[in-house]
Structure formats: C-alpha cells, structure tokens
C-alpha cells in the first residue's frame, strides 16, 4: 500500500537559513510525489511535484524539493527562509487509483526573525 | 477565475441537525474531493468523485453523503451531525491524470 511519512511536527529555523522539511514515502511502482503548503485558516496551495525526470524538482515561492529513489524520500527545501514561510507543509504521494492523493500529516515551520 | 468556492466559511450545528456543504470549480476539472482535517491528523478523503455521475467512498465515508451535481458542483451532506464531525472540510478538484489537487478554502463546522 502506497504511504508518507513526516518525521517531523515541527521544524524551528532562523530567518535566513536554510530550511529541510522531511518527507519519506513507500509505494509500489513509480512515485508521484507532491508538497503542499497551508497557511493559517486557508486552504492548501499547491507548491511542486515530481513525476518524473530530474530528482530536484523546483516549485513556488523559491522552493524545491529533491527526489531520492534509493532512501525513499522527498524532502523540501529552501536556501534562505522567510519569516513569511512559516506555515503547515503537507507531503503527498499518489495512491493506488488514479483519483486520489496520500497525505503526510503535516509539518509545521516556524521562522523565527 | 474563483476557482474551488466552498459555502459556508462558518456553522454550528447541535447533535442531530442536518446540512450541506456546498463546493463549485469553474476550472473545468474532473475529479472532485472531499477531505476533512482535524489537528495532528492530516488530511483525510471522505468521499470523491473521478467523473461525473460517479463518486466513491474514501477512508472515512461514516456520517456523510455526496452528491456530485453536474461538472462544477460536488455537494457533502450531514444527515445527522454528531460532536465527532466537528472539523475543518475542504473540497478539492483535479484535471484527471493531473494529479494536483487545488483546494477550497474550507468550511469550519463545530458540532455540540
């Protein structure tokens, strides 16, 4: 059965430095990965995916993630952090249908200035 | 282009009422969802619809109906609300083969 996993519930970073928010996943065939971001009493918004093709992939707000097949994982980052990144950050994997995603169970980022 | 427009943003209902949350696209998108969240639990599928004229149970389908009435419109109904439906629901809709989701803005709904 497909399934992700976020290690972390939360992830402290200073403004400036560099962010990893981590993301493990197991499915069987090829993965179709995804990052999302929630920002407080909003609904998700859609940051990148990789389906396919180079393992880093770029996305929104100067985000990327980086694919690594042989350690299962799809960790997003980030070189510079904003205090305006703070936010839930959701991980996805594609399940088993076509229609339906596998969501992570968050994790939170919190930016300090 | 609105979008995924959930109404209401907001309600509150005592144990046993009934209501429909409604959702609408206009982006053309096949598929639509219906997720709910509670805190340190994610995101999880109640029920989907991969076309029109069809929809499916998702993890947890218990307590709640759908209705997908045409494209744009995928309704989920409360026949008979209890305190553990008391959560965050977002509709989402997807290209299908797409994959992304693109999510409404939610709907709060406490339960007492």
């Known amino acids: 059965a497909q399934s992700v996993a976020q290690p972390e519930d939360q992830v402290n970073v200073a403004e400036g430095n560099p962010l990893t928010v981590k993301c493990t996943y197991s499915v069987s065939g090829n993965p179709y990965l995804f990052w999302y971001v929630q920002y407080p009493n909003r609904g998700l918004q859609f940051l990148l995916k990789y389906i396919t093709g180079d393992n880093l992939v770029k996305g929104s707000y100067g985000f990327e993630a980086e694919f690594n097949k042989s350690q299962t994982s799809f960790h997003l980052k980030k070189p510079s952090a904003l205090v305006s990144d703070s936010a839930l950050y959701f991980c996805a994997v594609r399940g088993g249908s076509n229609y339906q995603l596998i969501w992570g169970a968050g994790t939170k980022l919190i930016i300090k200035p | 282009n609105a979008g995924v427009t959930q109404t209401p943003k907001f309600q509150v209902l005592k144990t046993g009422q009934s209501m429909t ?54 309704s989920l109904r409360l026949e008979s609300a209890a305190p553990s439906q ?13 994959y992304e989701q693109y999510f409404g803005p939610g709907t709060r709904l406490t339960v007492t």
């Open chain 2, 86 to 98: 008391t959560s965050v629901y977002f509709c989402a809709s997807a290209l299908t083969r797409q």
């Open chain 2, 21 to 74: 949350l409604q959702c609408a696209q206009d982006m053309n998108h096949n598929s639509m969802y219906w997720y709910r969240q509670d805190p340190g639990m994610g995101l999880r599928l109640i029920y989907y619809s991969a076309s029109e004229g069809t929809t499916d149970k998702g993890e947890v389908p218990n307590g709640y109906n759908v209705s997908r009435l045409n494209k744009r419109e995928f």
